[in-house]
């Protein structure tokens, strides 16, 4: 089993840095064999260049609107359109950003390139301010950053590998 985590986010903009911070966080641990950590801030398109080299499972870590209280961590599957559905001008539109700042949009391009992992998760958190511009995030999303961490620890030991030091070979 090989699983790609990648934070996703803007550090220059408040509690969007989320998913960032939590790959930060996490790569202070001892990673499991089978497993890579990576940040891509907004750069989407470098989390699909990533998953050309294939791995069985993706999880993204990003500020997420989900309509609750500040710091609420959620685990959820994307909803990912299928591009090839689309029309000519919907393709355009969609793809058009080669940043690919949202998860949304890279999975969908993954998606498209048929090299997204069948097994693809989003650890969220709900931000109090995702577009105020500065480096500081707000008590709630930063008191998220270990309980995401322990999400995504959860996720890879039920894919089968042991995240936790003293189970790590």
Not at 67 to 80: D, L, Y
Not at 87 to 99: N, Y
Not at 111 to 132: F, H, K, M, N, Y
């Amino acid at each position: 089993m090989e699983v790609l985590i990648a934070g996703m986010g803007n550090v220059l903009r408040s509690d969007d840095a989320f998913g960032v911070k939590v790959a930060e966080r996490l790569l202070t641990d001892r990673i499991p064999r089978g497993v890579r950590v990576i940040e891509v801030g907004i750069g989407g398109i470098h989390l699909v260049q990533e998953l050309l080299e294939p791995v069985e499972a993706l999880v993204i870590l990003d500020a997420v609107e989900v309509e609750r209280p500040p710091g609420t961590v959620v685990v959820m599957s994307p909803e990912i359109l299928d591009v090839k559905a689309m029309s000519l001008m919907e393709r355009h539109d969609q793809l058009a950003d080669m940043h690919y700042a949202v998860p949304e949009r890279a999975l969908m391009l993954a998606r498209a390139l048929e090299i997204l992992p069948r097994i693809t998760w989003i650890v969220g958190c709900q931000p109090a301010d995702a577009s105020s511009w500065g480096e500081e995030m707000s008590p709630e999303v930063r008191q998220a950053i270990e309980p995401a961490a322990d999400e995504v620890r959860r996720i890879v030991d039920e894919l089968g590998i042991a995240w936790f030091e003293d189970e790590v070979s």
